[in-house]
């Protein structure tokens, strides 16, 4: 920095001095030199002239980024599987809409419009392509789009695309969104047109070995509701019954066209009915391990050059890319103006904040409340629920905030029913004996109920979210179509957890094993438990939940005993999806705005399958379910909902906590961004750097 003061003294004084020699009296001596004048002169004192410039400010900072041609995310996850027919979180599911196209896709910022995307045009009654009943979807397929090995993608490619989803199931994949509209409301697994019962979800052997022909009707039954026309151009698809979030469903990532030469390469289905049994219930090592769950062979604007895991992913532009009109009025067309796009995979989050102040990324993912308060002191743009309304409020600070936005997702406690016994970590003794529980331990309503009442819910509020989120009275979200502010809740209340938790009693069979029984010799209060509550290590918010409850249920009883303990992000799901948690905290992001993409998930879907929700509970939900799919009249919607949403309180399988406020955050050179709720958090293909 420039601060320099300058001083400047006149000189002009001498002038001054010479002039005041003029007037002589008549008897004065001889003239004296001019040196003698100067010497004899008594000038009048001048104050000097001072002159003080000030400090030159320093110019406000440019704010440009140094590489803008390279998009950079620090991030603590990574995907689980980039499968598309398999992925079903938000990061696979980022890349996979960066990488891929779907038929139909958002309008930009709204959830509820859609615009043509490798179809030629959104069905619509009005332009014949979804017929008068409700039941069949006629697709227009694009011309000229290429894969990206250069390959060009037919109808065939698309068709096969979803009959290939449905096909290889599995109850931890999206295909859930699929199988009901298209084969009945309530079937949840292509399992289940074999076997009604669900009991050959997830068997891949157990289905492979069914009755032949069973097998071969169910391949036909998805073939014959998805058919393609190469000649035509057309793909039709002929729903199960009028399905209304049919296009919301299909524009999403589980709806990404791939290649079926490209997949049959790898070792996936051929298309064959006679032999799509052994392609079902594919795990992720699985996918992996063949290649088509780590790479990919999309239509979309970005390239997988590569993904290190726990180290980078890399995004390299589509430069062939096939868009030359634009999606809706100012969208992008040619290749990306981003030409590559990194995600860092980090952990510590005193990292990706020193690479984000330093101007090193773009943006970090944020993934506890606690992070953001820090986060918040690098804000120098605020702008309220779009980048066109903002204002600056420190010149000097790089990052943009986004607040206001829509919510589209929360996170909630649920309970396992039964959890895998066998070296189960999580669970010590595995016995009702002080050093551990039973894998049935959340089987006993009392537990369930105990635990609810224990958690603090205003601690958890405002000191692991900060005080940002609201109390969810139900599944589905507040001012969704069903949620209903006069549903009980669970509320903190020690006398009441003690009351349940007394209630407790067990009795011990013969073979070991332990059943809730309320005229059971062994008192749960008087015995006490033990057990492990895993959470994801960098997850503040969920590492404090065990925390609170550590401490409210010691404080009723000190034989009460939870051992909070962190996990990497990979182990904690690998323990989930495998059923060895007996208590979890997880997260929901909707698929489809619509009150079914809540209550699917959360009992007779994802979380009803990780919980082992016993089968007459979720039959008792799938009837209220599928009757409220059906019905067309809101208000008679509603009221089913009503009687969900009683019936969830009943049961205490999982305990809704809060809806959090939406905010976005990234570097200020950041341009193009646009918020849907409904789409991904970015989509790199509008972005460009400054």
């Known amino acids: 920095m420039r601060n320099k003061a300058y001083v400047v003294i006149s000189l002009l004084i001498m002038a001054g001095m010479a002039l005041a020699a003029c007037a002589q009296p008549t008897d004065a001596p001889a003239q004296p030199t001019q040196a003698q004048i100067v010497a004899a002169s008594q000038a009048p004192p001048v104050r000097p002239t001072i002159i003080v410039v000030t400090a030159t400010p320093e110019p406000p900072p440019q704010h440009k980024s140094k590489d803008p041609t390279t998009f950079v995310w620090a991030s603590l996850a990574e995907p689980w599987v980039l499968d598309p027919a398999m992925s079903y979180e938000l990061m696979g599911g980022r890349i996979i809409q960066n990488t891929h196209d779907t038929l139909i896709t958002y309008r930009r910022e709204d959830p509820n419009s859609f615009v043509p995307m490798l179809a030629l045009e959104v069905p619509s009654l009005e332009n014949g392509g979804i017929s008068p009943d409700g039941i069949t979807y006629t697709f227009k397929i694009r011309k000229g789009v290429k894969f990206h090995d250069g390959t060009e993608m037919t109808p065939t490619d698309v068709s096969y695309t979803f009959q290939r989803g449905l ?327 020690p006398a009441k957890c003690t009351e349940m938790l007394k209630q407790s009693r067990w009795k011990r069979n013969a073979d070991g094993t332990w059943t809730p029984d309320p005229a059971g010799d062994v008192s749960l209060w008087d015995t006490g438990f033990r057990f492990t509550f895993p959470y994801d290590t960098g997850y503040l918010e969920r590492q404090m939940l065990g925390q609170i409850l550590q401490t409210e249920l010691s404080a009723v009883n000190d034989k009460f005993v939870i051992e909070v303990t962190g996990l990497p992000w990979t182990t904690y799901f690998e323990n989930q999806n495998a059923s060895n948690l007996p208590i979890f905290y997880d997260g929901w992001s909707e698929d489809i705005h619509d009150p079914h993409n809540w209550v699917v998930p959360f009992t007779i879907g994802i979380f009803g399958a990780r919980q082992k929700l016993p089968s007459d509970i979720q039959a008792r939900y799938a009837e209220i379910i599928n009757r409220a799919v059906s019905e067309s009249d809101p208000a008679k919607r509603a009221e089913n909902y009503k009687e969900f949403n009683q019936l969830y309180y009943d049961t205490a399988g999982s305990i809704p906590l809060f809806v959090l406020n939406n905010y976005r955050r990234f570097q200020r050179w950041v341009q193009g961004w646009y918020y849907n709720p409904m789409g991904t958090v970015f989509y790199f293909y509008t972005l460009w750097k400054e």
């Open 167 to 493: 096909l290889q199931g599995g109850t931890i994949s999206p295909q859930f969104l699929l199988t009901e509209p298209f084969l009945g409301a309530g079937i949840m697994d292509i399992a289940d047109v074999i076997d009604p019962t669900g009991a050959l979800d997830d068997d891949a052997a157990g289905l492979a070995a069914a009755d032949p022909q069973k097998l071969l009707d169910a391949c036909m039954k998805v073939t014959d509701a998805i058919a393609a026309d190469d000649a035509a151009g057309t793909v039709t698809m002929k729903l199960a019954q009028p399905w209304g979030p049919f296009l919301s469903t299909i524009a999403n990532s589980w709806g990404a066209v791939t290649s079926k030469a490209w997949i049959s390469s790898k070792g996936g289905w051929d298309g064959d009915c006679a032999t799509w049994q052994n392609y079902y219930g594919k795990t992720y090592e699985k996918l992996i391990e063949q290649g088509l769950g780590n790479s990919e062979n999309g239509t979309g604007p970005y390239k997988l050059e590569r993904w290190i895991p726990k180290e980078e992913i890399v995004l390299v532009a589509n430069e062939d890319y096939w868009i030359r009109q634009p999606l809706w009025d100012g969208g992008p067309t040619g290749s990306p103006k981003l030409k590559t796009v990194i995600f860092k995979i980090i952990e510590d989050f005193s990292i990706r904040f020193a690479m984000l102040e330093a101007g090193e990324v773009d943006t970090i993912g944020i993934y506890n409340a606690g992070e953001e308060g820090q986060i918040n002191t690098l804000v120098g743009v605020e702008c309220k629920e779009t980048t066109d309304n903002c204002q600056e409020i420190n010149p000097s600070k790089p990052l943009v905030v986004i607040t206001g936005l829509q919510s589209n997702s929360r996170s909630d406690m649920f309970f396992a029913f039964e959890v895998n016994a066998e070296n189960n970590p999580f669970i010590g003794s595995g016995q009702l004996d002080g050093k551990g529980i039973p894998p049935n331990f959340f089987t006993d309503s009392f537990v369930r109920k105990g635990f609810a009442y224990c958690l603090n819910y205003d601690t958890f509020l405002n000191e692991a979210l900060l005080g940002e989120g609201i109390r969810s009275v139900n599944v589905m979200l507040p001012g969704m179509l069903g949620y209903d502010e006069t549903t009980p809740i669970y509320t903190y209340d």
